[in-house]
């Protein structure tokens, strides 16, 4: 069964920071590309960072470059975002996505999300 599951969330002041882990298990963790995602209420989901795990390449959204970092480690099958320099529209439930298809199309197996609030 694949399972992802996110941790790390919580309530931090504009311009503090969190890191979040996303934990897989049940697929072949080289094949896949992983994706944060995040939706703040009344918004579509908005792609925010992936990594491929077969390459290494990674892909960030316009509204977190310079601010946040993806990366990977393929012994603990485990994801992480790094999230420096946080702000208040920075709010929002964010999702690890675990694409097959290595791409970071939002498409695939979906995590439970984890609440980031960044107050002002």
């Known amino acids: 069964e694949v399972q992802l599951v996110e941790s790390g969330g919580g309530l931090v002041q504009a311009g503090g920071s969190l890191r979040l882990s996303c934990a897989t298990s049940?697929?072949?963790?080289?094949?896949?590309?992983i994706g944060w995602f995040r939706q703040a209420p009344g918004k579509d989901n908005e792609a925010v960072s992936c990594?491929?795990?077969?390459?290494?390449?990674?892909y960030y959204g316009d509204s977190v470059k310079g601010r946040f970092t993806i990366s990977s480690d393929n012994s603990k099958k485990t994801v992480y975002l790094q999230m420096n320099r946080l702000q208040p529209e920075d709010t929002a439930v964010y999702y690890c996505?675990?694409?097959?298809?290595?791409?970071?199309?939002?498409?695939?197996?979906w995590g439970q999300g984890t609440q980031v609030t960044v107050s002002s």
């Open positions: 996505v675990g694409d097959p298809l290595g791409a970071c199309s939002g498409q695939g197996h």
């Open positions: 049940g697929f072949i963790f080289e094949d896949y590309a």
């Open positions: 990594i491929s795990n077969s390459d290494g390449s990674t």
